[in-house]
């Protein structure tokens, strides 16, 4: 049965949050700093398999065909009523950081599964069919490189240059896609869905400081990570005096404190950068470094200051050379141009989050998300929601309410619905004034 309207419809939070919680078991540990339950599940790691699979359980319990890509990719597809129409997309990802909570990523897939199973139980047939995804590696943890597994099937990388990246310890990605039986039929780039939506907790402060229920997100900021290696001369802490030292610390400490000048400085707007691995060798208290990799991961909403920023490190870089008598190979491992979603598809969201009673606020988003990437093949949008504690995420801390994810998900129910039941060949022929309507 059809319903022409299915604005009295709301998903069952308590199994929203049963699901969220069930998965957060696998890959469980206990952080010792902050004494509570983390979730790490790495990409392709054996944790993540499992997780995958019981995803893969509950989505084929709900009726869902399943396929996989190239590249690890997972799509599960309800039929719609004219189902030859491209499908309205939904997802995320279930890989972790090694320091995860239960939330990130988990929220859009599950959340997307929830709007399935709440459909499937009120007998909505939507006109076209819906897919949800589940997208390899997309916190780069692994791999080095984030929304990998998005970028792939959105075009921006090319799958033989993704299936050769190494982890640290020299596993490819093509190595552990086959170990595990996830290179599959569909081809890479794939067909464009209709649209995309995503809802995601927030990862930051800005909603529950703002006491908004819900995020409209206008875009997400340029990324860019690189990778350094330092190579300077290991020499007796005791005995080498000042001016015989290359020494690979002090450079990178020296580039460490120049990247939080650029953030304090102002020059760059919204800049944020951090150092967020540092290797040393031998890693010995007396003796001079004599080699260190680091990474940098600089973020901006503006694509020019960005381009500035990284003009200013290639030259600053140059001069920690000369100082200190190192060398510096950089490597660019990553990077993503910023990205703005398009206006009508933020209307919906703002409409739909109006309509069910709920307050909101137009937010740029600070990380990045697989949406970003189907951004370039598709009209794309995303929902947010308060995560609480400052909304600190990548922490067992991650946390927001079985309220909250309930809200944001209802969101999505109605905008995916509405998208769904659209028989227009495209969103382009859309204004920006313009109202999708059932």
């Not at 059809?2 to 009295?8: A, F, L, M, N, Q």
């Not at 001079?288 to 490190?313: C, F, I, Q, W, Y």
């Not at 050379?321 to 990553?334: K, L, M, P, Q, Y």
Request: charged share 20%; with cysteine; hydrophobic share 40%.
């Amino acid at each position: 049965m059809t319903h022409p309207t299915v604005s009295h419809i709301r998903i069952d939070q308590d199994r929203l949050w049963s699901s969220l919680q069930d998965l957060g078991e696998l890959g469980a540990y206990d952080d010792g700093e902050t004494g509570l339950r983390g979730v790490r599940r790495l990409a392709l790691t054996d944790e993540d398999i499992q997780g995958r699979q019981l995803v893969l359980g509950w989505m084929e319990n709900a009726g869902l065909t399943i396929r996989i890509d190239q590249m690890g990719n997972i799509y599960a597809r309800r039929a719609g009523g004219s189902d030859s129409l491209p499908p309205v997309m939904m997802g995320s990802h279930i890989d972790s950081v090694g320091t995860a909570g239960k939330f990130d990523g988990c929220l859009g897939v599950l959340g997307g599964l929830e709007v399935i199973r709440t459909l499937n139980e009120n007998d909505v047939v939507t006109l076209r069919p819906l897919e949800l995804a589940i997208f390899t590696e997309e916190e780069g943890v692994r791999f080095g490189t984030d929304m990998l597994g998005s970028a792939v099937a959105a075009g921006r990388l090319l799958l033989e240059q993704a299936l050769e990246i190494q982890d640290r310890d020299g596993t490819s990605v093509r190595t552990e896609l086959e170990r595990h039986g996830l290179i599959g039929d569909v081809q890479v780039p794939i067909t464009p869905p209709y649209a995309y939506l995503e809802c995601h907790i927030e990862q930051g402060p800005i909603l529950a400081a703002a006491t908004r229920q819900i995020g409209v997100v206008q875009g997400i900021q340029a990324i860019t990570w690189k990778e350094l290696h330092i190579t300077g001369r290991a020499a007796h802490a005791g005995a080498t005096p000042q001016t015989l030292r290359r020494n690979a610390g002090l450079a990178a400490a020296m580039i460490t404190v120049q990247l939080n000048e650029m953030v304090e400085s102002g020059r760059y707007g919204q800049m944020l950068a951090t150092v967020g691995r540092h290797d040393s060798y031998p890693n010995l208290i007396n003796i001079v470094p004599a080699k260190v990799l680091m990474t940098v991961d600089m973020r901006n909403p503006d694509g020019d200051s960005m381009r500035l920023m990284e003009s200013h490190l290639d030259r600053y870089l140059a001069e920690v050379e000369r100082a200190t008598g190192v060398s510096i190979a950089s490597r660019t491992t990553a990077k993503t141009p910023p990205v703005a979603f398009p206006i009508r598809m933020r209307e919906l969201v703002a409409k739909t989050a109006t309509n069910l009673g709920f307050s909101y606020m137009e937010i740029t988003s600070g990380a990045g998300h697989d949406a970003g990437e189907i951004a370039s093949i598709s009209p794309a949008g995303m929902v947010f929601i308060p995560g609480l504690y400052d909304g600190i995420s990548h922490n067992p801390r991650e946390y927001s309410t079985p309220e909250a994810c309930a809200d944001g998900i209802n969101v999505l129910l109605q905008a995916v619905v509405e998208l769904a039941n659209h028989p227009a060949v495209s969103l382009e022929a859309h204004t920006s004034g313009s109202a999708l309507v059932l």
